[in-house]
T-cell receptor, first 113, second 114 residues
Framework: EAGVAQSPRYKIIEKRQSVAFWCNPI?????LYWYQQILGQGPKLLIQ????????DSQLPKDRFSAERLKGVDSTLKIQPAKLEDSAVYLC???????????FGAGTRLSVL | AQSVTQPDIHITVSEGASLELRCNYS??????LFWYVQSPGQGLQLLLK??????LVQGIKGFEAEFKRSQSSFNLRKPSVHWSDAAEYFC????????????FGKGTRLSVIA
């Protein structure tokens, strides 16, 4: 069974630039999550999708972050414009049932200079 | 609100020694409980989980954890640590109903010395 795929693995941008991350969940997993993990901290949920609908985006900075999950499969997370404090690892996870076992991708490490 | 506390930021153990990583949670009911491990540059890998039943759960790589309701704890243990166990360990809690997300602790970094 293929795992959660994320790309790119690394990204370096300057502040005020835009960036996008891509995630392909495990086949058949209806729930998809995007987490932000700042160095030295645990992952923090940014947004949760159930199929292609948003379940929870309460901690997503909506003035600069956006996410979509068209057709209920792949998802993209965008930051525009980026700030220095957005430097983090962005993790995508998926689960068959919401709130249960989550499987994580390798993450995208973003550095904003 | 749910919260998870991992009191130890960094632990160093000798190879072959036993290990216990602490996790305390705050939650209004019995939650789902998880331990994940993260190696440098990698995503999170599930070590073990507790949903119900036997409070001592076995996981991969020789790890186990014990759910203690009275202490709101879910400590991770391993009888003999290997150098390859050096990584970051995260405890997480999830609700048994609804769509509430996992809440993670801040992690414990494990170093293993010869």
């Amino acid at each position: 069974e293929a795992g959660v795929a994320q790309s790119p693995r690394y990204k370096i941008i300057e502040k005020r630039q835009s960036v996008a991350f891509w995630c392909n969940p495990i086949s058949g997993h209806a729930t998809l999550y995007w987490y932000q993990q700042i160095l030295g901290q645990g992952p923090k949920l940014l947004i949760q999708f159930q199929n292609n609908g948003v379940v929870d985006d309460s901690q997503l900075p909506k003035d600069r972050f956006s996410a979509e999950r068209l057709k209920g499969v792949d998802s993209t997370l965008k930051i525009q414009p980026a700030k220095l404090e957005d430097s983090a690892v962005y993790l995508c996870a998926s689960s068959l049932v919401s709130g249960r076992l989550q499987y994580f991708g390798a993450g995208t490490r973003l550095s904003v200079l | 609100a749910q919260s998870v506390t991992q009191p130890d930021i960094h632990i160093t153990v000798s190879e072959g020694a036993s290990l216990e990583l602490r996790c305390n949670y705050s939650y209004g009911a019995t939650p789902y409980l998880f331990w994940y491990v993260q190696s440098p540059g990698q995503g999170l890998q599930l070590l073990l989980k507790y949903f119900s039943g036997d409070t001592l759960v076995q996981g991969i790589k020789g790890f186990e954890a014990e759910f203690k309701r009275s202490q709101s704890s879910f400590n991770l243990r391993k009888p003999s640590v290997h150098w390859s166990d050096a990584a970051e360990y995260f405890c997480a809690v999830g609700a048994r109903s609804g769509n509430t997300p996992l809440v993670f602790g801040k992690g414990t970094r494990l170093s293993v010395i010869a």
